[in-house]
């Protein structure tokens, strides 16, 4: 079992910069995939970004590609996004999430764990 925790969402004006952290507890080690995903109220959940866990790969939404960098530690235990040059459409809740299976699907159906979020307000 592996629980998340979000913290760092706020709100910012647009063309300002958050990072946003999450602490992943439990056993992780078999894990292949986190990720980070956000959702309006009445929308969908959509991807951010996610990356591989034994690697350097990581992939990205259109919408983010360029202005937002995931990171994790080498622990594999916290998962970072920081975010730059941010706009009103990024205001959402952002999700962390964990033992996704294919990293470059960026498919929210692919990750069995999830933190409680943490909002982002960009005005």
């Known amino acids: 079992h592996v629980q998340l925790v979000e913290s760092g969402g706020g709100s910012v004006q647009a063309g300002g910069s958050l990072r946003l952290s999450c602490e992943a507890s439990?056993?992780?080690?078999?894990?292949?995939?986190m990720g980070w995903f956000r959702q309006d109220p009445g929308k969908e959940r959509e991807p951010v970004a996610t990356?591989?866990?034994?690697?350097?790969?990581?992939w990205y939404a259109d919408s983010v590609r360029g202005r937002f960098i995931v990171s994790r530690d080498n622990s594999k235990t916290r998962l970072d996004l920081q975010m730059n040059n941010l706009n009103p459409e990024d205001t959402a809740m952002y999700y962390c999430?964990?033992?996704?299976?294919?990293?470059?699907?960026?498919?929210?159906?692919?990750?069995?764990?999830w933190g409680q979020g943490t909002q982002v307000t960009v005005s």
């Open positions: 990356i591989y866990l034994h690697g350097p790969m990581t």
């Open positions: 439990g056993n992780t080690d078999d894990a292949t995939c």
């Open positions: 999430a964990a033992d996704g299976r294919v990293c470059s699907r960026l498919d929210p159906e692919d990750y069995y764990y």
